[in-house]
């Protein structure tokens, strides 16, 4: 339950993530635990995690990835918090954004990641395995770490 409790959900406004200059398509700020997603052709909608880089907190969107004919990601956008001077290291937002194409269903994962959970994870490259991988210890087993926490979305575009 730690990875639980070190997640904190938001769902804050998207204000230009991944929109070009001058397009006027609406984006539609999502509850990250609302798994089941219904758009329109052409609609645009986000989801926004907390993300600390220096606590080694990281998401990504992993397998399964969105059918392109359905769905298409338009990218992440990492802000800081509301009030917060931009820092190295310091914690924010990460904003996902999907746009929807064409009629149909389809589903995709975002992971998360801790400093317990992952390994070998980057802010930009997601772990190699995403089971729970081995604590180091000093005894001579080690015991394995709880697996990252997957949410996956069912998106249907009518």
């Avoid at 230009?16 to 758009?39: H, K, L, M, Y």
């Avoid at 600390?52 to 992993?62: K, M, P, Q």
């Avoid at 317990?116 to 190699?128: D, E, L, V």
Wanted: aromatic letters at 6%.
């Amino acid at each position: 339950m730690a990875a639980a409790a070190l997640l904190a959900l938001t769902t804050g406004c998207a204000s230009g993530t991944g929109e070009p200059d001058g397009d006027s398509t609406t984006t539609t700020s999502r509850p990250v635990a609302d798994t089941s997603i219904t758009a329109e052709p052409g609609e645009r909608f986000t989801l926004t995690v907390d993300q600390n880089a220096s606590t080694r907190e990281y998401w990504y969107l992993v397998d399964p990835q969105p059918d392109s004919s359905v769905l298409v990601s338009r990218g992440r956008d990492h802000a800081p918090n509301p009030g917060d001077e931009p820092a190295p290291g310091a914690g924010g937002r990460l904003t996902f954004t999907f746009e929807a194409k064409g009629k149909g269903t389809t589903r995709f994962t975002l992971l998360h990641c801790t400093f317990t959970t992952c390994q070998g994870n980057t802010s930009t490259r997601p772990p190699a395995t995403t089971g729970p991988s081995a604590t180091p210890t000093t005894g001579a087993t080690a015991t394995p770490s709880p697996a990252p926490e997957r949410i996956t979305y069912t998106v249907t575009v009518g």
